[in-house]
Every structure is written in structure tokens, then in C-alpha cells.
């Protein structure tokens, strides 16, 4: 099945910018997306991208994905204190047409002053 | 509904006892999940329902778990003879056929003591 890796923390500082990376097994994912959950919250879908494209961008938000290495990336500009959250990657609609969203473990962005 | 409904928001049940989920998808979205998220790791995919289709129950730990949809609409998941290995945050989401991108509820912290 699909196997999906994140790093478990990022610690920034608030007004830098956060990059957090996502890397993947299953090329034939056609949906990838960031989740955002904030703690006693369930996931709230920040962003996603199609498989055939290359970046999409969305206010403070960046999304690169590089087939090629397997790798999806979620920039988030001038990083906030609100920021501080897990971020979820998720994939979907792999290997045999599944439409069951596959999960990363999370990475949990700490931001400080 | 605005958004996916889950209740309880928490439930503390004592070991061997059963409990009951509930989840109430957004009005008009066929596909619905659910995940379990335990303390520290990633999503954990136990089962998926789409229309009328059975359901995909691949990720149900074991017999003691089982899930039902009624009308194409709520669902409840059931746990019984819980184990404290069973406590964990349980996501509900739901999705439409025409955009698969999912949309998560609060979750049920469930705590077995």
C-alpha cells in the first residue's frame, strides 16, 4: 500500500517562512493535500493539487510537487503564531483507483516569537 | 448539514464495556471514512463507505469493530469489549462524488479505563 513520510517537528520563527516536506511511495496518486489540525480540532483541508501539476499557489501558501522524487512540499510565507498546528500530507486515488486518502503521520509546526 | 457532525465529543467507557459513534456526514456526500488517530501517530483508515456499495472494512483492527450506514447518511461505528488500546480520537469524513476531497468532523476522544 501507499507509505507516506513526513518529519515529526518544525520549529520557526514567527515572519520566516515554513517549508514542510512530504515524501511518498505510490506514483499514481491523482490527489494530494495539506491538512491543517489545530489541537482538540479535527483536519481542515488547507490546499491540494492535481498530479498533473506542478505548484499551486494560494495566498500564503505554496504547494511544489516533484513527481519525479516522489515529493510533495507546503511552503506557508510569513509564518504566524496562528500557524502552529499539525499538517497533515494525504494522497489519494492511488494504485487500483482507491479513493481511500492515505495519511502521513503529521508535522507539527511550532512557531515562536 | 453545514458540516460533518460527530457526538460524543468525548466518551470515557470502562474496559469490556461497548460504545457507540456517531457521525452525520454533510447532507448530499456519498462517500464517508473513518480514521482513528491515537496519541502521536498519523491517521489510521478503518473503514469506507460509498453509496450503496459494500463497504470497504479493510482497516478494522478487529471483530470487535464494526460500522453501519443507514439510508446513505449517518453512521455509527461500534466498538465492542473495549480495550484500552482502544483509546484514541475517532475522525469522521465525508466526501461527494463530484469532489473527492474530504471533510472531517471534530472527532470522538474516546478514553477506556
Known amino acids: 500500500g501507499e507509505d507516506v513520510e513526513q518529519s515529526l517537528f518544525l520549529s520557526v520563527r514567527e515572519g520566516d517562512s515554513s517549508v514542510i516536506n512530504c515524501t511518498y511511495t505510490?506514483?499514481?496518486?491523482?490527489?494530494l493535500y495539506w491538512y491543517k489540525q489545530e489541537p482538540g480540532a479535527g483536519l481542515q483541508l488547507l490546499t491540494y493539487?492535481?498530479?498533473?501539476?506542478d505548484m499551486k499557489q494560494d495566498q500564503r501558501l505554496t504547494v511544489l510537487l516533484n513527481k519525479k522524487d516522489k515529493h510533495l512540499s507546503l511552503r506557508i510565507a510569513d509564518t504566524q503564531t496562528g500557524d502552529s498546528a499539525i499538517y497533515f500530507c494525504?494522497?489519494?486515488?492511488?494504485?487500483?483507483?482507491?479513493?481511500?486518502?492515505?495519511f502521513g503521520r503529521g508535522t507539527s509546526l511550532i512557531v515562536h516569537p | 448539514g453545514a458540516g460533518v457532525s460527530q457526538s460524543p465529543s468525548n466518551k470515557v467507557t470502562e474496559k469490556g464495556k461497548d460504545v457507540e459513534l456517531r457521525c452525520d456526514p454533510i447532507s448530499g456526500h456519498t462517500a464517508l471514512y473513518w480514521y482513528r488517530q491515537s496519541l502521536g501517530q498519523g491517521l489510521e483508515f478503518l473503514i469506507y463507505f460509498q453509496g450503496n456499495s459494500a463497504p470497504d472494512k479493510s482497516g478494522l483492527p478487529s471483530d470487535r469493530f464494526s460500522a453501519e450506514r443507514t439510508g446513505g447518511s449517518v453512521s455509527t461505528l461500534t466498538i465492542q469489549r473495549t480495550q484500552q488500546e482502544d483509546s484514541a480520537v475517532y475522525l469522521c469524513?465525508?466526501?461527494?462524488?463530484?469532489?473527492?476531497?474530504?471533510?472531517f468532523g471534530q472527532g470522538t476522544r474516546l478514553t477506556v479505563v
Open positions: 505510490d506514483s499514481s496518486s491523482t490527489y
Open positions: 469524513a465525508s466526501s461527494s462524488f463530484v469532489s473527492p476531497e474530504a471533510f
Open positions: 493539487i492535481f498530479s498533473n501539476m
Open positions: 494525504a494522497l489519494q486515488g492511488g494504485s487500483g483507483g482507491s479513493y481511500i486518502p492515505t
